[in-house]
């Protein structure tokens, strides 16, 4: 995930107040009477630092609005050891209790950053977390879990804080610390092989598995063996496109986590799990792409909400990670050093106008009847066989992706979808009452448009300016352009601009009241053609980390003594993009101070499902 990298405008569904429910919240793991959540993790670290892009207590209280209305329940702060992190964190905890007394908040600690910035293997940078969680777990807007304030991670698998290993590092200096003892309920993302969970006794209250969202195992060179045969990427049989397609949102790694969370002891086994719609990173330091064709978003939205009876919380990756281009959120903040390339102009907010349609089932059990028709299309901005003279070259597992117009209707009655992404191209589409997914090939300097009909009359005509699938681009762009309208409304994305621009504001199209009549189904469209690119890459390696990681020479500014008084902010500049990566490599060795670290913040792409092993 980078931390360095987002979020929104305002638009409020009445309906929001009846799914909200009271806190604090009393969840257990597999309890269907449980209330259910759904958060969006939020990176306070683009947030400030003395750029254009810093927030104010009013752009909280804008993102608070936007995500409200969209069915989020909250936001998972991610913050670092930043100069300005306690000033924004506090505006986002007043935002929530300004705008929505039901919209809550907690901490996610990135472990990444802060070892970049103090290192993590002192107990000084344990009382900095002590400090910074006891600061505001006290306040009204702070998420409750089982009257403990929930705290989570993104990492710290290698983190020793102090201690001769990773378990009594957590335990001693933090969960169990008379500082925080009994107070907390900690849920944190750790990048290890699940089957280590049961050491953590006395540290895991529960487990978010971050990397839920994508199909980790799904690689250009893990491929052969997961879908079969004598492979080509350019002509796929049905039943490898089928395999291919079956990887994407499914729930078989969310199972292995609830396995072996099970089997921690005395552990409420809460369990978080992701959501996420895409994933494109290009950076000189990490280059590469997650399979997130095949409709991710709504896919993995049906998968966990067949399995609800497993998942406590929802986490939506992410609220504002330009870096990674999976970001829900208006493009807004102080945006990671050279990810405005493949950001700016690439509004995402098409996929907040359904996500209140998905957290509502998932968060009662109903399917909500669907009152508006609403359209949502998506691809990329150029063929994935591009060859623009880029010194960083093509992200690593290009060939799994797919050149396709990608589009969602949520339908109130049966219709026909006209999609079309050229003048002679066009395909149309039976539509049914519910969701409904359809693509269809992209063409080289074509557009794309969707037009849904009912009753010989146009329901909804979208066609966004500013699209165009440029077959000879400048540099490798597989980020997406999202477009987005719904009945009685005009919709889309503003265009990519030529050059990169600074961010700026998006308006999202109104969203309708959601529904849908069809029961969730793990299976994407098997009608998508085949990947046309047969080159593959060799496979990065897979580094476990054991020992705990030296500190940087230049440690960031502590931590304040007094957690009750806050500091100001005295950075002047815009963060550096010092990413931490989606998947960090799991950590095997927990207990071996003598083993060489590995810093999660530089990580090459992962091939290797290593984070996630099977139970």
Avoid at 236 to 251: E, M, N, R, V
Avoid at 459 to 484: C, E, H, M, R, S
Avoid at 555 to 561: L, N
Wanted: charged share 15%.
């Amino acid at each position: 995930m980078a931390r360095f990298s987002g979020r929104f405008a305002a638009l409020q569904v009445a309906a929001f107040a009846a799914v909200a429910a009271a806190y604090p919240l009393a969840l257990k793991r597999q309890d269907t009477s449980s209330q259910k959540l759904v958060v969006a993790h939020h990176i306070v670290g683009l947030t400030g630092g003395g750029g254009p892009g810093d927030f104010t207590l009013d752009t909280w209280k804008n993102d608070v609005t936007l995500a409200s209305s969209k069915g989020i329940d909250g936001f998972a702060l991610n913050i670092g050891a930043d100069p300005f992190t306690f000033d924004q964190v506090g505006f986002a905890y007043q935002a929530a209790a300004a705008v929505n007394p039901n919209f809550k908040m907690f901490l996610s600690l990135d472990m990444g950053a802060i070892n970049v910035q103090m290192g993590c293997n002192s107990t000084d940078t344990a009382a900095f977390l002590r400090n910074v969680t006891s600061t505001f777990i006290t306040q009204p807007s702070q998420l409750q879990v089982g009257g403990k304030a929930l705290v989570s991670t993104f990492a710290g698998e290698s983190c020793f804080l102090g201690e001769a290993d990773v378990f009594t590092g957590w335990e001693k200096q933090f969960t169990q610390h008379p500082d925080l003892v009994g107070k907390i309920h900690f849920v944190p993302s750790f990048f290890i092989d699940v089957q280590q969970f049961p050491n953590f006794k006395n540290v895991l209250d529960g487990d978010f598995n971050f990397n839920g969202g994508w199909p980790l195992e799904l690689t250009t060179a893990a491929a052969p063996q997961l879908i079969g045969g004598n492979l080509d990427f350019n002509n796929l049989t049905p039943d490898q496109q089928t395999a291919l397609s079956s990887k994407i949102g499914a729930f078989d790694v969310d199972d292995q986590h609830i396995t072996q969370l099970g089997l921690v002891a005395d552990s409420a086994h809460t369990y978080m799990t992701a959501v996420a719609p895409w994933f494109f990173t290009h950076f000189d330091s990490k280059n590469f792409i997650f399979d997130s064709d095949d409709h991710l978003y709504v896919t993995r939205w049906q998968n966990v909400i067949q399995n609800r009876d497993k998942v406590d919380l929802v986490e939506l990756v992410t609220w504002n990670d330009f870096g990674e281009s999976h970001y829900l959120g208006p493009i807004e903040g102080n945006l990671p050093a050279g990810s405005e390339a493949w950001a700016n102009g690439f509004d995402h907010q098409g996929f907040l106008e359904i996500t209140n349609h998905f957290a509502t089932w998932y968060k009662t059990g109903t399917e909500p009847a669907i009152t508006t028709d609403q359209l949502v299309m998506w691809a990329r901005p150029h063929p994935k066989d591009a060859k623009p003279a880029d010194p960083l070259g093509p992200p690593l597992n290009v060939e799994l992706t797919q050149d396709q117009l990608w589009a969602v209707v949520l339908a109130t009655a049966p219709g026909t979808l006209t999609l079309a992404t050229g003048d002679n191209a066009s395909q149309s589409f039976d539509v049914q009452p519910g969701v409904n997914k359809f693509n269809m090939t992209l063409t080289p300097n074509g557009f794309m448009s969707g037009t849904l009909t009912r009753d010989n009359a146009t329901v909804i005509q979208l066609k966004p300016d500013g699209y165009t699938f440029n077959p000879t681009p400048a540099a490798f762009n597989l980020n997406i352009f999202v477009a987005a309208a719904a009945a009685g409304a005009d919709g889309g994305a503003a265009p990519p601009p030529a050059d990169p621009a600074p961010p700026a504001n998006s308006t999202a199209a109104p969203a309708p009241a959601p529904t849908d009549t069809t029961a969730p189904t793990s299976t994407a469209d098997p009608a998508a053609p085949a990947p046309t690119d047969t080159a593959v890459p060799p496979a990065p390696t897979n580094t476990a980390p054991g020992a705990p990681p030296a500190a940087p020479t230049d440690p960031a500014t502590p931590a304040p003594s007094n957690p009750a008084s806050p500091p100001a902010s005295t950075s002047l500049g815009t963060p550096a993009p010092t990413d931490s990566a989606a998947v960090p490599p799991a950590s095997t060795d927990l207990t071996d101070p003598g083993a060489a670290p590995t810093n999660p913040t530089e990580p090459a792409a992962p091939t290797d499902p290593a984070a996630v092993p099977p139970a």
